[in-house]
Nanobody, 121 residues
Framework: QVQLVESGGGLVQPGGSLRLSCAAS????????MGWYRQAPGKERELVAT???????NYADTVKGRFTISRDSAKNTVYLQMNSLKPEDTAVYYC???????????????WGKGTQVTVSS
């Protein structure tokens, strides 16, 4: 059964940190690269970070140097450590398996509920 469950969001002040978790079904986690997306109100969903089964990572320019994606194979879980948060990071964050299509990553499965991150003083 395909399952993606995000958690760890919340309200944080600018400059603060949060760590998001995504628990995935084993079959999803072990065979796929994984990605974190976010969608702010009135904007399209955007890919912010990816990690391959071998541990190679990639980041959107807007989060590079502040966010770190990692994966724990024993727990079938992907993490997103977010530091130096800014108000513009406010969004619902989602995870998904991703695959390359003509050089761009695309989400593979239906979306989970996501987790809300709000950065505000």
């Amino acid at each position: 059964q395909v399952q993606l469950v995000e958690s760890g969001g919340g309200l944080v002040q600018p400059g603060g940190s949060l760590r998001l978790s995504c628990a995935a079904s084993a079959i999803i986690f072990r065979l796929n690269a994984m990605g974190w997306y976010r969608q702010a109100p009135g904007k399209e969903r955007e890919l912010v970070a990816t990690i391959t089964p071998g541990g190679s990572t990639n980041y959107a320019d807007t989060v590079k140097g502040r966010f770190t994606i990692s994966r724990d194979s024993a727990k079938n879980t992907v993490y997103l450590q977010m530091n130096s948060l800014k108000p513009e990071d406010t969004a619902v964050y989602y995870c998904n398996a991703v695959k390359l299509n003509y050089g761009n990553y695309e989400a593979v499965y239906l979306w989970g509920k996501g987790t809300q991150v709000t950065v505000s003083s």
